[in-house]
């Protein structure tokens, strides 16, 4: 027969009603007897009637996390941040990838919300619009958007300017002035703001700002490095540096045309990337690059959706957070 919680109760010497509270985390319960009240159910492997209590808290116990492409090395990160909290999860964890589907993560999010089949949502995009944000704002369930910052809304992002002033700097104290700046126009990447650390750094040190070295590519692959390493190439200078906002495979993608063109990398180009994915460290010669605090963001994001969903937090809530930058062999 199944474990109730009459039993637990009757072993642990308190009520029904105390097992319940523990069981569902409500307050004014002393520590001491809710490690006790769940280690018997543990022990008695009790394991609650999500439906029942579904229906009796208005919960699901589910928190659902969206993201626009589960292959993404950035969203793995994070998904290892969400599993490596410290906190005890008493919530399932639902991944949902909207890459292939025609639903947009704001469309799957209202629909999952309207059904009551998530109490919280973590987004984790950079690439979501502002009109799609405001779905997330509307709907009665509470969300997180993990890389965009977003004024209205919970969220967890880095400052990306920062980190683009340090990088450009590093460039500009290795004596380095024709710094070339590689963008990504995709939608809805926090570019702007990587531009701006970048002009900031140029300005800083008196260096003037070039649009003419700014290069702008449709994506972020490695053949969009190759490709647009061929413009710079044939450009009206030709720079030492490259500071690649555009992110870690696009500067791989330049290092490796670069290498075919017989340039070496960083005795005539130095190549600086965003991102710090785990590919950075192994290319040959090894990138240096911005690191995104992924694990971090992850582990805030869980933590503040569980707070609100439980009615710790109140108001919208925003994390920045630091870059870091990693030097290795490309500059």
Same mark, same amino acid.
């Given at each position: 027969?199944?474990?109730?919680?009459?039993?637990?109760?009757?072993?642990?010497?308190?009520?029904?009603?105390?097992?319940?509270?523990?069981?569902?985390?409500?307050?004014?319960?002393?520590?001491?007897?809710?490690?006790?009240?769940?280690?018997?159910?543990?022990?008695?492997?009790?394991?609650?009637?999500?439906?029942?209590?579904?229906?009796?808290?208005?919960?699901?116990?589910?928190?659902?996390?969206?993201?626009?492409?589960?292959?993404?090395?950035?969203?793995?990160?994070?998904?290892?941040?969400?599993?490596?909290?410290?906190?005890?999860?008493?919530?399932?964890?639902?991944?949902?990838?909207?890459?292939?589907?025609?639903?947009?993560?704001?469309?799957?999010?209202?629909?999952?919300?309207?059904?009551?089949?998530?109490?919280?949502?973590?987004?984790?995009?950079?690439?979501? +619009? $502002? !009109?799609?944000?405001?779905?997330? /704002? *509307?709907?009665?369930?509470?969300?997180?958007? @993990? #890389?965009?910052?977003?004024?209205?809304?919970?969220?967890?992002?880095?400052?990306?300017?920062?980190?683009? +002033? $340090? !990088?450009?700097?590093?460039?500009? /104290? *290795?004596?380095?002035?024709?710094?070339?700046? @590689? #963008?990504?126009?995709?939608?809805?990447?926090?570019?702007?703001?990587?531009?701006?650390?970048?002009?900031?750094?140029? !300005?800083?040190?008196?260096?003037?700002?070039?649009?003419?070295?700014?290069?702008?590519?449709?994506?972020?692959?490695?053949?969009?490095?190759?490709?647009?390493?061929?413009?710079?190439?044939?450009?009206?200078?030709?720079?030492?540096?490259?500071?690649?906002?555009?992110?870690?495979?696009?500067?791989?993608?330049?290092?490796?045309?670069?290498?075919?063109?017989?340039?070496?990398?960083?005795?005539?180009?130095?190549?600086?990337?965003?991102?710090?994915?785990?590919?950075?460290?192994?290319?040959?010669?090894?990138?240096?690059?911005?690191?995104?605090?992924?694990?971090?963001?992850?582990?805030?994001?869980?933590?503040?959706?569980?707070?609100?969903?439980?009615?710790?937090?109140?108001?919208?809530?925003?994390?920045?957070?630091?870059?870091?930058?990693?030097?290795?062999?490309?500059?």
């Amino acid at each position: 027969m199944p474990v109730t919680l009459k039993d637990i109760a009757r072993r642990a010497g308190v009520t029904s009603a105390t097992v319940s509270m523990v069981i569902n985390n409500k307050p004014n319960i002393s520590e001491a007897t809710r490690k006790k009240v769940l280690k018997i159910a543990h022990d008695l492997n009790y394991y609650p009637n999500s439906i029942a209590r579904g229906l009796a808290t208005s919960r699901s116990g589910a928190i659902g996390v969206i993201v626009p492409n589960l292959a993404s090395s950035f969203v793995v990160r994070v998904l290892q941040g969400i599993k490596s909290t410290n906190r005890d999860l008493n919530y399932m964890m639902l991944l949902f990838d909207t890459l292939g589907k025609k639903e947009s993560e704001a469309q799957l999010f209202q629909r999952l919300s309207r059904e009551r089949r998530i109490d919280g949502a973590i987004l984790i995009s950079s690439t979501v +619009t $502002d !009109a799609e944000l405001a779905v997330f /704002g *509307k709907e009665m369930v509470p969300s997180i958007v @993990v #890389a965009r910052k977003c004024p209205a809304l919970n969220c967890v992002y880095v400052n990306n300017e920062a980190g683009a +002033t $340090d !990088a450009t700097e590093y460039l500009i /104290g *290795k004596g380095h002035r024709a710094i070339a700046c @590689v #963008a990504s126009v995709k939608r809805g990447l926090p570019i702007g703001e990587r531009i701006a650390g970048y002009r900031r750094a140029l !300005a800083r040190k008196g260096i003037p700002f070039r649009e003419d070295l700014v290069f702008r590519t449709t994506d972020d692959g490695l053949a969009d490095g190759a490709s647009v390493f061929q413009r710079i190439l044939h450009g009206p200078v030709m720079p030492t540096a490259v500071f690649v906002p555009a992110g870690d495979i696009v500067a791989i993608g330049i290092m490796k045309e670069a290498r075919k063109k017989g340039i070496g990398i960083p005795s005539q180009l130095a190549v600086v990337g965003f991102d710090d994915i785990p590919a950075a460290e192994m290319v040959e010669p090894s990138l240096t690059t911005v690191r995104q605090p992924k694990l971090e963001m992850g582990d805030y994001a869980i933590n503040m959706i569980i707070d609100k969903i439980e009615g710790r937090a109140a108001g919208f809530r925003q994390q920045e957070l630091p870059t870091k930058f990693i030097v290795r062999e490309s500059a």
